[in-house]
């Protein structure tokens, strides 16, 4: 039976082990969205992952959710990234990039534009903005012509990503951000070919993917999906029946993998969209948040998953405090715990000062 340190193929590459270092915002980039030689530090440091999916990034201006998120729509910050995948390369390691749309999630003291979404149905919460927490504003509703310019935005956002040194890119549909907005009912108010039923809802979706296969090869794109996740203030009616066609719908496509958030072993629903799915499936134990952090790190979990059918195990607070996290759960070694107050923008503080093991002499 696989473990978590069984090497595993994903598309042209070798993994030397199972383990995903997941995507998270740490908000360390520039104003202007630009990586910075600290972000390509953080990486270097847990390239011992079998692969990092590094954090969103933006493909367009409009999709910025909140302050100092990189993109990967400008040269600029194309030029920033090949510094990140260049370090995290140098170290052994290998890197995918995610694509994530704010959608409503976004304010005009981050992006300088008014959030767009499928409809003008406001996050009913604040979003942080350099001026502090702001109440959301209501977003504009998205024309057929804002659709098909952010299909095209995602598709250069993922060439721009090869061409900084990525291999390959992780579509963004989870957590309440755009394309989820689209999924759901309760975001989703639209009667065109975009609203309504399971199957126009998934179109937004399914137009994203073959865009972005279409500029970089499936071998090169994953998706993330979180089936009921209520992140971001998202409430999904028809979960068992949405997801199973999306999942279908997606398989057509081979992509490199599917990425599903809070994944439940026991849930028949993830044993469907298993059974439906021909490729890679990543999966994201579904650990207490905020707290506690498990002891382990969610090393239990992921092997249970890995044994309900999983390919590769995600884990992001683990991998956030503890930049050696393959060797101490190799090792058995006490974990680093994660510093909730350095989560989100800062220096080097929460963010590389994590101590690693000591080896012990010979």
Sequence with gaps: MSTLFTPAALGPLTLPNRLVMAPMTRNRATAEGVPTPLMAEYYAQRATAGLIVAEAATPNRVGQTYPDIPGAYAQAQTEGW???????????????????????????ANSGLDPVAPSPVPFPDVIH???????????????????????ADFAQAARNAVAAGFSGVEIHAANGYLLHQFLST?????????????????????????????????????????PGVTANAM??????????????????RRLAYLHIVFADPDAPLFHELRRLWPTVLVANPALPWPSPFPADGGRAEGERLLAAGADLVSLG?????????????????????????HWYGGTEQGYTDYPVLVPVPA
């Design 129 to 151: 903005t350099p001026d502090g927490p702001q109440p959301a504003p209501v977003p504009r509703e998205m024309t057929l012509d804002d659709i098909s310019a952010t299909v």
């Design 82 to 108: 090949r510094h990140v995948t260049d370090a995290v390369r140098a170290a052994g390691g290998r890197m995918f990039l995610q694509l994530q749309h704010g959608g409503r999630i976004g304010h005009p």
């Design 186 to 226: 309760h975001t989703n108010h639209r009667a065109d070919a975009y609203g309504g039923s399971i199957e126009n809802r998934i179109r937004f979706v399914l137009e994203v993917v073959d865009a972005v296969v279409a500029a970089v090869g499936a071998e090169r794109v994953g998706i993330r999906l979180a």
């Design 317 to 341: 607070r683990a991998f956030l405090a503890n930049p050696d996290l393959v060797e101490r759960l190799q090792q058995g070694a006490p974990l680093n715990e994660p510093r909730p107050e």
């Design 235 to 252: 409430q999904e009616s028809d979960v068992e029946a949405l997801y199973p066609v999306l999942t279908r719908e997606l398989s057509t």
